[in-house]
């Protein structure tokens, strides 16, 4: 399967991620700011990145920024994590592909990275984005 990286300062929804995206057969590493985020990459080409917004010593925008100048990082597919409203975090952030709004539901997890991933075939039973409660 893919190589996820998970960056985020709350361990408690770095390590449910790493659960729930090892279960389904991911390998998944993780830092816990931004800076460590892209001391990862420099070993590490995810496939995916689950980013939070707010973090100590190196925040998601600021992470964004440094993958933007880099021609073989900027293509890799972020989720920006965070509990403030999407619209609040544009203001300062770009660069990410999706937002995914803290609290989540873990099959809003799964949903988003299968769809990133390609893994995804939409159908009648397969949850959409567009209706995250």
Same mark, same amino acid.
């Given at each position: 399967?893919?190589?996820?990286?998970?960056?985020?300062?709350?361990?408690?929804?770095?390590?449910?991620?790493?659960?729930?995206? /090892?279960?389904?057969?991911?390998?998944?590493?993780?830092?816990?700011?931004?800076?460590?985020?892209?001391?990862?990459?420099?070993?590490?080409?995810?496939?995916?990145?689950?980013?939070?917004?707010?973090m100590?010593?190196?925040?998601?925008?600021?992470?964004?920024?440094?993958?933007?100048?880099? /021609?073989?990082?900027?293509?890799?597919?972020?989720?920006?994590?965070?509990?403030?409203?999407?619209?609040?975090?544009?203001?300062?952030?770009?660069?990410? /592909?999706?937002?995914?709004?803290?609290?989540?539901?873990?099959?809003?997890?799964?949903?988003?990275?299968?769809?990133?991933?390609?893994?995804?075939?939409?159908?009648?039973?397969?949850p959409?984005?567009?209706?995250?409660?």
């Amino acid at each position: 399967m893919a190589i996820i990286l998970i960056v985020d300062d709350e361990f408690g929804i770095a390590d449910l991620l790493v659960d729930v995206l /090892s279960d389904e057969g991911h390998k998944v590493v993780t830092a816990a700011n931004g800076k460590r985020g892209i001391e990862v990459l420099e070993t590490e080409r995810p496939e995916l990145i689950f980013l939070d917004y707010m973090m100590p010593i190196l925040d998601g925008a600021g992470m964004l920024q440094k993958m933007s100048e880099n /021609s073989g990082l900027r293509t890799i597919p972020v989720i920006l994590m965070s509990s403030m409203d999407e619209e609040t975090v544009m203001e300062r952030c770009k660069g990410y /592909s999706t937002f995914l709004r803290k609290p989540f539901r873990i099959w809003q997890v799964l949903a988003l990275a299968a769809e990133i991933l390609g893994n995804n075939k939409p159908g009648p039973t397969s949850p959409s984005v567009d209706n995250l409660p």
